[in-house]
């Protein structure tokens, strides 16, 4: 396996026990590129395309407290092609990564710290946080693009080396306001980049679309009642759907300068259905449903007068015994995330309700070929208990309600799994379910090719990666013919 190392990132980290600094998140520190990869069983010579995953891979010594979403932002890359394939990884060089290396040390606060803890004014919704870009990673416009999840600058970087692009030149157009969220998403159709960002100033949240040229081309706010926190957004052929869930800052201790979660279950969910620029420009719609918060949205699609949303609703989004500092309550055992179907009549304005599935899942994936249309398959991680890490992966059939499951093993967590689907594929589930393992017990880590029409038979392929690997974020799978790379096929 020839592994170059292109550079080495030098940390200030004290040694320590925190739990998201140490174990399957202890952070990397080398930037390397690695070919000829050690594989168990065979690459698919139909998998053509990259598994892109970020991660929050701290650098420097924190200020205060650490948090789980505190780290820097780092990618790894798989790269296949007709059977061979190719590692990479990169740290996302923000503009807080530089002004950090440069000073040697920690200048921002971590999300459970003051505010005032950081030296200089920060990015996040918030303020004060550094802009790592660590949350999520799409391709978009041929090149990745990765996101904070408390807004900041849209970061580029070739989606093939990993090579750093810097911000996007539309970010300066948004930044006002925040920047952008993580988890803007991709139309298939259309080619188009959906975003949102949101702010403690009014109107507090807005709409935006880049289109396949990488011009910003629609941009409208979205005006909300208050400071909201949402995470993510889903879309269909004529609409965006943004939410204004009832957990969120308490809008009276944040007039005194305090950020404190607090979840008003006595207040409904409302959901923003906004006309996407192609569609007639009627307005915004909003709906209501039963309170709840959700991380995270599956896919959502038209159905005659009904718009219809899948997603994880939470059972319980403040557990009773509150979360701790250090993102240690994050096990979604707490807060109970499941299958869950909205359905909005766009006739009577009303919403229904129902839940799919009573296990608790998240960071989910469908064939994204299907964002925007009904989908049939999901594959939903599987939670370890009390931690940020994955023991395994549920695909569920949205038509009978059927599952099948694949656990890693023991002391093996994997990453969020995108469905890659094949060039010539014949049905939605015509490709494969790939992953990133760290595995505490062999001490490496690797990258799992499993059939999508059949998880539960295991890895059609084990690809084994040059470094043990930090556990992380978001991840995304792009297919070849998408990517405007720099570089070309893979060396023959
Ligand atoms: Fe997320």
């Keep these: 396996m020839p592994v170059e190392v292109v550079a080495e990132i030098r940390p200030t980290l004290v040694p320590g026990k925190?739990?998201?600094?140490?174990?399957?998140?202890?952070?990397?520190?080398?930037?390397?590129?690695?070919?000829?990869?050690?594989?168990?069983?065979?690459?698919?010579?139909?998998?053509?395309?990259?598994?892109?995953?970020?991660?929050?891979?701290?650098?420097?010594?924190?200020?205060?407290?650490?948090?789980?979403?505190?780290?820097?932002?780092?990618?790894?890359?798989?790269?296949?092609?007709?059977?061979?394939?190719e590692y990479r990884n990169r740290f996302v060089r923000t503009q807080a990564f530089l002004e950090e290396q440069a000073a040697g040390r920690a200048l921002y606060a971590g999300l459970i710290d003051k505010p005032s803890l950081s030296e200089r004014p920060g990015w996040?919704?918030?303020?004060?946080?550094?802009?790592?870009?660590?949350?999520?990673?799409?391709?978009?416009?041929?090149?990745?693009?990765?996101?904070?999840?408390?807004?900041?600058?849209?970061?580029?970087?070739?989606?093939r080396t990993l090579e750093f692009k810097g911000v996007d030149t539309w970010g300066a157009q948004?930044?006002?306001?925040?920047?952008?969220?993580?988890?803007?998403?991709?139309?298939?159709?259309?080619?188009?980049?959906?975003?949102?960002?949101?702010?403690?100033?009014?109107?507090?949240?807005?709409?935006?679309e880049v289109d396949c040229h990488n011009q910003l081309v629609h941009y409208v706010p979205v005006p909300l009642p208050g400071p909201r926190l949402p995470h993510d957004m889903m879309f269909t052929e004529h609409f965006a759907i943004l939410n204004d869930f009832p957990l969120h800052?308490?809008?009276?201790?944040?007039?005194?300068?305090?950020?404190?979660?607090?979840?008003?279950?006595?207040?409904?969910?409302?959901?923003?259905?906004?006309?996407?620029?192609?569609?007639?420009?009627?307005?915004?719609?909003?709906?209501?449903?039963?309170?709840?918060?959700?991380?995270?949205?599956?896919?959502?699609?038209?159905?005659?007068?009904?718009?219809?949303?899948?997603?994880?609703?939470?059972?319980?989004?403040?557990?009773?015994?509150?979360?701790?500092?250090?993102?240690?309550?994050?096990?979604?055992?707490?807060?109970?995330p499941t299958l869950y179907e909205w359905r909005f009549d766009l006739r009577t304005g009303r919403t229904s309700e129902r839940r799919l599935d009573e296990r608790p899942l998240e960071f989910g994936m469908i064939n994204a070929?299907?964002?925007?249309?009904?989908?049939?398959?999901?594959?939903?991680?599987?939670?370890?208990?009390?931690?940020?890490?994955?023991?395994?992966?549920?695909?569920?059939?949205?038509?009978?309600?059927?599952?099948?499951?694949?656990?890693?093993?023991?002391?093996?967590?994997?990453?969020?799994?995108?469905?890659?689907?094949?060039?010539?594929?014949?049905?939605?589930?015509?490709g494969y379910v790939v992953t990133f393992i760290t595995d505490m017990r062999a001490d490496r880590s690797e990258c799992l090719v499993l059939d999508a029409r059949q998880i539960d038979a295991g890895p059609v392929a084990r690809i084994l990666l040059p470094h043990r690997i930090s556990s992380g974020t978001h991840a995304c799978w792009a297919d070849a013919r998408e990517i405007r790379s720099d570089r070309g096929a893979l060396a023959p």
């Excluded at 099948?404 to 589930?429: I, K, N, V, W």
Aim: hydrophobic share 30%; with cysteine.
């Design 249 to 336: 800052w308490d809008e009276a201790l944040l007039a005194q300068g305090k950020h404190k979660l607090s979840y008003f279950e006595d207040r409904p969910s409302r959901f923003a259905l906004v006309p996407r620029r192609h569609a007639p420009q009627t307005g915004i719609r909003w709906f209501e449903a039963g309170p709840t918060y959700v991380l995270h949205w599956l896919n959502a699609w038209e159905e005659g007068d009904e718009v219809v949303l899948h997603g994880y609703h939470q059972k319980t989004p403040m557990p009773k015994a509150g979360y701790d500092n250090t993102g240690n309550t994050l096990g979604p055992e707490r807060y109970g």
């Design 369 to 430: 070929s299907y964002w925007g249309r009904p989908h049939r398959y999901t594959y939903n991680m599987i939670a370890h208990p009390g931690s940020f890490l994955f023991d395994g992966i549920l695909r569920h059939d949205r038509v009978t309600g059927q599952t099948q499951t694949y656990l890693f093993g023991e002391g093996r967590f994997g990453s969020e799994s995108p469905m890659a689907p094949c060039h010539d594929a014949q049905s939605e589930d015509d």
């Design 18 to 85: 925190h739990p998201y600094m140490t174990g399957p998140f202890t952070p990397n520190y080398q930037e390397l590129n690695a070919t000829d990869l050690e594989v168990i069983g065979e690459i698919p010579q139909r998998l053509n395309g990259v598994y892109l995953r970020n991660t929050q891979n701290p650098v420097h010594q924190p200020r205060g407290t650490y948090h789980v979403f505190d780290g820097d932002g780092m990618l790894h890359l798989l790269s296949f092609e007709h059977g061979r394939c």
């Design 174 to 208: 948004v930044l006002p306001d925040g920047g952008i969220s993580a988890h803007p998403k991709v139309c298939p159709r259309t080619g188009d980049l959906l975003f949102f960002n949101y702010s403690k100033q009014a109107p507090y949240m807005h709409y935006g």
């Design 124 to 159: 996040g919704a918030r303020g004060g946080l550094r802009d790592s870009s660590a949350t999520d990673v799409i391709v978009h416009a041929g090149q990745a693009l990765t996101t904070f999840y408390q807004c900041g600058e849209p970061y580029r970087l070739d989606a």
